[in-house]
């Protein structure tokens, strides 16, 4: 069984910024694609940041130049550096991590940004 457990959401002021971490555990073996996705209230899923095993990475236009993604393939982890966080960005935030046919995906943390 695999279970991806999110941490690093909450409040914070306009400007400000938050790291997301997911991590993968259980036996997942041979990681493939490890993104970003965030659902605001009202709106559809949307991808935020992806990353392949290849290292490519790939951004909403809306994120870029204030998120990254970066991977820790020893550890099953990925994170979500955001930085000069808008109140635009305020949703709850998934992890989605694929191995082989299967798709995992994170209980989602919540990210408010608000003064």
């Known amino acids: 069984q695999v279970q991806l457990v999110e941490s690093g959401g909450g409040l914070v002021q306009p400007g400000g910024s938050l790291r997301l971490s997911c991590a993968a555990l259980?036996?997942?073996?041979?990681?493939?694609?490890m993104d970003w996705y965030r659902q605001a209230p009202g709106k559809q899923r949307e991808l935020v940041a992806g990353?392949?095993?290849?290292?490519?990475?790939n951004y909403a236009e809306s994120v870029k130049g204030r998120f990254t993604i970066s991977r820790d393939n020893a550890k099953n982890t990925v994170y979500l550096q955001m930085n000069n966080l808008k109140s635009e960005d305020t949703a709850v935030y998934y992890c989605?991590?694929?191995?082989?046919?299967?798709?995992?995906w994170g209980q989602g943390t919540q990210v408010t940004v608000s003064s």
């Open positions: 259980g036996s997942i073996r041979s990681i493939g694609a």
């Open positions: 989605r991590i694929t191995s082989f046919i299967f798709t995992y």
């Open positions: 990353s392949t095993s290849g290292g490519t990475t």
